[in-house]
């Protein structure tokens, strides 16, 4: 799915609620519902980084976790709310800064199953890991039906999920593949100079010459994007192995505002002390990058709906919508993060994006299948094998996502 919201921008030079817009106005107004209310949570990412950055420094010194995490928090969102608006241009900003995440994560994480401890669990893990027959054999023995949101939020933040496979869209046309190269970027309101961004997009005429270089984009895409969900992936199976490895033998779950902590806590049993400080580096890196890249790409889609839906929003320029949003989330999250622990924030924004994937997904496959050939030529319509893999994973997050509601709603349990 995240090659089909590439597919558009790549296609057009237009993002998501562009796209969605075109498509039904009531609709993208729902859309962005789902999105406001999704990301009102989100500062328990700064939250869930800073449980690790206290418990790594110790500093405040004789601050509770509690007290010692909302510092962190604050110290982290007011860093990276500096460079978004000194970054030159933001997206390089953003992209530099989860480059250097990645790195970390992938090279702490490969370090840690090398551990004894977690390659003495390799045979048993990959066993359950690999079998894609397990889930028939229905819920576990010990299955609390209470886990059916932290169920849900794994499922689709497996895949980025929802309105993270969304964020694509905009740093897509930011980085100018395909017709995006006419698109101008967001840029800082002191260091970097104003480009013009464009309330729509660009077509093309039907010429071997632009065949064969919208071609080469797909293929270019293709494999960026391929490579952005093998690492994800790769992540996904790394963390997976460790938590087989180390948490489950403990029966016990992270929470409250030692999300962090007490993960590290359970490294340093099986690893010593450098393991406790490789998670936590890892937690902290990983959970407080997450938020500079909503706090980015939200307001993006922010400032792209504000363009569309509202009567004279066009008057003031995306940049200073975008600069807008990034205050208004900032504030959001600062207070949010007062209201309840990071946990509880990260379940509720996974369940969110969850149903929102599963109302989008339809209106894309539909955008791109079927408008794009209507006005522009025929040849970029998707293969019908694209057509059907999409509309299967679509069919799974929609089942899936009324089988969860039944049960949320009314109590009937068909899974959970």
Sequence with gaps: MNYEIIRYTVTTGETFFTGMCRLNKGFTILLWLMLVITFMWFGGYAAGGSTALFDLTKFPPGWSPRAGTLFWTYITMAIFLAALIFGRVI????????????????????????????????????AAYLNPFAIFGGMPAKWDSKDADALLTGVAFAGMGGFFNVMYSYWVRDKGHGMSQYAGRVTSPITGKPEAIPATGFGFADTPENKRNYLDWLRFSRLDNGIAVGVNAFTVMLMCWLAWAILLPKGEVPAGWKIAVTQAQFFENAMGAFGRMLFLVIA??????????????????????????????????????????????????????LMAQPGALLLAGGVLNFIAMAIYMPALIYLNHKMLPRVLPEWVRPAKATFWIASAITAFYIVLGIIYLLFKLLDVRILF
């Excluded at 909503?294 to 009567?311: G, L, Q």
Aim: glycine share 6%; net charge neutral; proline share 1%.
């Design 91 to 126: 997206y390089n900003v953003v992209e530099k800064f989860m480059t250097v995440v990645v790195i970390i994560t992938v090279v702490g994480l490969v370090i840690a199953v090398l551990n004894g401890t977690v390659l003495a669990t390799a045979g048993s893990f990959f």
């Design 284 to 337: 902290a890196a990983f959970l407080s990058d997450s938020w500079l890249g909503i706090t980015d790409a939200v307001s993006r889609m922010h400032s792209d709906f504000f363009c569309h839906t509202v009567p004279g929003a066009q008057r003031i320029s995306f940049r200073a919508w975008y600069y807008i949003f990034v205050g208004v989330l900032t504030f959001i999250s600062a207070t949010t993060v």
